[in-house]
């Protein structure tokens, strides 16, 4: 089976550039890889500032890719031009307060990929806005209102359906659900359960947020300072994890436990991208960390069925 | 728009500011008709006459008349007409090219940005008035040539406040996404970005009318604004400077005019802020 996305060595380094010191570099994106098959939710998962965020930009082409290569249904993506991606990728943004322009009406933001697009008449295009907000479960009358008189729930419903609207083969959702009430988050969830069972769209889904992970995802890569660190099924990173750093993640989400006991969490802080240290990045928080991981940065290799990125998986269990 | 003169209206400064404003505006529409004489007119034999409630004043000039013989009223009422047009237009001038500025420098960055933003940062290191001075003086004393003089001046202020809003927009998802469907420059920045950034603009440009009244009303006073015989409060000022003793009217008079106009405007500046700003709320 084709995959919808594929990544191979995707990398994106940002260059600091100051008049007064040296320029320095951020590697946000080192060597990421992965496919995302047909009717999949890959979850992407990892603290703040791992390159998640990075990542999604990168497939918007907001920002370009530093090397590697990204194919959306077999065509690379940089031969896509801007206004062809919408076709093929789009995105729901994490904030539904920022991602809608509050001085316009929503049936407006909606259209506003198609009017870009300009290939249908404005009948067509007020027919579509109908159909896709009438299945993200919006009544027509909303259309006509500003998001200022929305509720949270309802712009996250109406971000759906904007980038519903150009009937994407690949959705990213940028922590679609973490700016939501509970009671919401689950109705936006199955929101999205739903379309994807209807329409077989692909979820590239990134969340820090384990326990809605386990309910949406099909399979999870786990994320650390840039690179895909463990990838695996749900079943296999819920159950068997391997990477000490995803682990630690699943140790520390109080949703995932009955009892919270965080006693044996590893402290610390994700280092500073800017001065990663040598070999594993993970080597300064890792209990298992020895001289190899040092010396030596580990390859993500195959391990049980599940792909792994550290030199002790095998002691690991 | 309710929610907006709802906290408008909690500003009674404010309120009475727009008040006022708005009277000073009819009367600068209706000056030819409410004037009971022509700006220009000249009474030989009513030099320096006070106004009627002080001794020797005369009913037929409200205000006394000038060392002209030329009703004071009249000619205060017709100055209102200039005042405010300079006003109108210069906020006019200063709004048009500080968003056209503050725009190519808030969405393009680097190095545009750095040009534009380091000459602004020039036109304000220099003193106003001086500014102004050595604009009127390369293009010649003129009501045109005031506008553009004291445009110039004021412009810094408009860009700056229209590049810091657009840099804080454009940071928006809103404008992520859109930049994300292939939305061109235009569209982005002129049809998405700026109507969200009309609140501070609309602060601005109140501060920016009671601001230029007062820069052309200084530059009139020096002789290089407006010129005799034209009305214009600034110049009636500088007019009467000699009789200041003897014919103190001739003075207070456009004075106080200024004083009010320029505190009128800078209420309602206040008010609007109050009202559209919600993070420079009163506490």
């Not at chain 1, 990213?172 to 739903?194: G, T």
């Not at chain 1, 463990?230 to 993640?249: C, D, M, V």
């Not at chain 2, 200063?94 to 534009?116: E, P």
């Amino acid at each position: 089976m084709q995959p919808r996305l594929r990544l191979e060595n995707l990398e994106k380094v940002y260059e600091i550039k100051s008049l007064f010191k040296p320029s320095a570099e951020i590697r946000a994106l080192r060597g990421v890889s992965l496919e995302l098959f047909p009717g999949e939710t890959l979850a992407i998962v990892g603290e703040s500032g791992c390159g998640k965020s990075t990542l999604a930009k990168l497939l918007m082409k907001i920002e370009s890719i530093s090397s590697g290569r990204a194919q959306v249904d077999g065509k690379d993506l940089s031969s896509l031009s801007q206004k062809e991606l919408p076709q093929f990728v789009q995105m729901i943004f994490q904030d539904p307060y920022s991602s809608l322009n509050p001085r316009k009406r929503i049936g407006v933001s909606i259209a506003e990929p198609l009017v870009i697009q300009g290939q249908l008449t404005k009948e067509a295009i007020q027919k579509r806005v109908t159909e896709v907000a009438t299945s993200v479960g919006l009544r027509p009358e909303i259309l006509e209102r500003y998001p200022h008189m929305l509720s949270g729930g309802q712009r996250q419903r109406v971000g759906i359906a904007r980038a519903l609207i150009t009937a994407p083969r690949v959705m990213i959702c940028d922590e679609p659900v973490s700016a939501l009430d509970v009671s919401v988050q689950s109705q936006v969830i199955n929101l999205l359960l739903d379309l994807q069972k209807e329409t077989n769209m692909s979820y590239l889904f990134i969340s820090h947020d384990l326990g809605v992970v386990r309910f949406i995802a099909h399979r999870v890569a786990v994320m650390y300072l840039g690179r895909i660190v463990e990838l695996g099924t749900k079943e296999q990173i819920f159950t068997s994890a391997r990477h000490p750093y995803t682990q630690l993640l699943l140790k520390s989400s109080p949703y995932l436990h009955e009892t919270a006991d965080f006693e044996d969490v590893p402290t610390g802080e994700l280092p500073s991208p800017l001065k990663p240290p040598s070999g594993c990045a993970f080597r300064t928080r890792c209990p298992f960390a020895n001289e190899l991981c040092a010396e030596k940065a580990p390859d993500l290799r195959s391990y049980k069925g599940v792909h792994v990125a550290c030199h002790h998986a095998e002691k690991i269990s | 728009m309710k929610e907006f003169w709802f906290l408008f209206k909690q500003n009674k400064g404010a309120v009475a500011g727009l008040f006022f404003v708005g009277l000073v505006t009819v009367f600068a529409i209706l000056a030819p008709w409410l004037a009971p004489f022509e700006a220009t007119f000249t009474d030989p034999s009513a030099l320096r006459l006070p106004p009627v409630w002080m001794d020797g004043g005369s009913s037929t000039y409200l205000l006394g008349t000038d060392d002209l013989g030329r009703d004071q009223l009249s000619r205060l009422l017709h100055g209102a007409r200039v005042s405010l047009g300079i006003g109108f237009f210069v906020v006019l001038f200063t709004t048009f090219f500080g968003v056209v500025i503050g725009l190519i420098a808030g969405s393009l960055g680097g190095k545009v940005d750095s040009v534009i933003m380091r000459l602004m940062d020039i036109l304000m290191a220099l003193p106003s008035i001086l500014l102004a001075i050595v604009v009127v003086a390369v293009l010649g004393p003129s009501l045109l040539n005031t506008v553009i003089a004291v445009g110039i001046v004021s412009l810094p202020s408009v860009v700056r406040i229209v590049r810091a809003s657009i840099l804080v927009e454009k940071k928006k998802n809103y404008v992520v996404a859109s930049q994300s469907f292939g939305a061109g420059w235009f569209r982005v920045y002129a049809i998405n970005v700026l109507p969200n950034c009309v609140a501070p603009l609309l602060i601005q440009a109140s501060f920016g009318f009671s601001d230029g009244i007062l820069n052309a009303a200084a530059l009139g006073f020096l002789g290089l604004g407006a010129q005799p015989p034209i009305p214009e409060w600034g110049t009636m000022l500088s007019d009467s400077r000699a009789y200041i003793e003897s014919a103190s009217w001739l003075v207070t008079t456009p004075g106080l005019c200024i004083l009010l106009v320029v505190i009128a405007f800078n209420l309602l500046g206040d008010g609007l802020r109050d009202a559209l700003d919600p993070k420079a709320k009163r506490n």
